[in-house]
């Protein structure tokens, strides 16, 4: 009786609404949430381009408060906090020119129209500060929900060295990919996992590789390590996890070339290695249009 009430009572509310329309007033036209042209810089025709595009705001001049803009409380805590430094707006097309280069130009515009963050903030410099002392941690790309922000707008933009170029590439696709894993936006398909054995973990090396697994590379570009992940089991599954299986084979396909030797070129000789990196790169391709592995073969040319 109680469900009918409120039924009723909503209808009722609903029906007065539609009939007071004509006392309401005009219409408010509905404003996007930043201006653009921000009128700073000579590729504000581009950034509005991009924004038409894709439906995505290039910004480089936002407050922290766009920064920080998250759906669930990240980023900071009673010892450490993140910030950016705004950027010259003057060297904003030579830092497109960069970002095309090692992002942009890997994805079919359709994609990139459904995936790519709201916001990409255009930054001088995103830093970790401290509330103790300790030297600020600077970083090259920060994602947060829906919010990318991407350092690098300044006047060491028109003259990367090689070697900084692929790391800022390699560290910028990372990011990237954890946005499109954690928004749903790429399924893989049900033979990729059918390949190894999750029932139990691996030793390190050997072991690992055999059974199709490639290690995690999270900590490369800080440290220049990686690690074997699949050395430990999820408790609460008491298997390994399929979805790190998935990560890390299209992080290290992203990051890595088929011919580096400590890469690609040694694990590809492991047949279920081999096996589940040709399914990806195979249906990928297919299914989205993307060629993972193609992001990470343009490595080789830095080392030419």
């Known amino acids: 009786m109680r469900k009918i009430f409120v039924f009723v009572l909503v209808a009722l509310s609903t029906w007065t609404a539609c009939s007071d329309d004509k006392d309401l007033g005009p219409d408010i036209p509905f404003v996007g949430s930043y201006q653009l042209p921000q ?97 600020a941690t600077y970083y090259k790309v920060y994602l947060t929900t829906n919010t990318l922000a991407i350092a690098g707008l300044n006047k060491d933009i028109v003259s990367l060295s090689g070697a900084v170029e692929k790391s800022f590439k390699n560290v910028l696709q990372q990011e990237f990919l954890k946005h499109l894993i954690n928004s749903g936006a790429l399924v893989a398909p049900d033979e990729f996992y059918y390949v190894s054995d999750y029932s139990k973990k691996a030793t390190a090396g050997v072991e690992a590789r055999t059974r199709g697994f490639v290690p995690s590379i999270d900590m490369e570009e800080s440290y220049g390590s990686v690690y074997d992940w699949c050395t430990y089991i999820v408790y609460g599954t008491t298997e390994l996890s399929r979805t790190n299986d998935l990560r890390h084979y299209l992080m290290n396909m992203i990051s890595h070339a088929e011919t580096e030797s400590n890469s690609w070129a040694t694990y590809l000789t492991y047949p279920l290695v081999k096996k589940k990196h040709d399914i990806l790169k195979k249906y990928f391709l297919e299914e989205y249009g993307i060629d993972f592995q193609k992001i990470g073969n343009a490595n080789a040319k830095y080392s030419e």
């Open 39 to 135: 009128g700073k810089s000579s590729a504000d025709d581009r950034i509005v381009e991009l924004f038409n595009t894709y439906g995505s705001y290039f910004l480089y001049e936002y407050t922290q408060k766009d920064f920080n803009w998250t759906q669930v409380s990240v980023g900071s805590s009673a010892n450490y906090s993140y910030g950016t430094i705004l950027g010259d707006p003057v060297y904003a097309g030579d830092w497109l020119d960069v970002m095309e280069r090692i992002w942009l130009d890997f994805y079919p515009e359709d994609f990139l129209q459904k995936n790519l963050p709201y916001r990409i903030l255009m930054a001088d410099s995103i830093k970790q500060t401290y509330t103790y002392e300790r030297p």
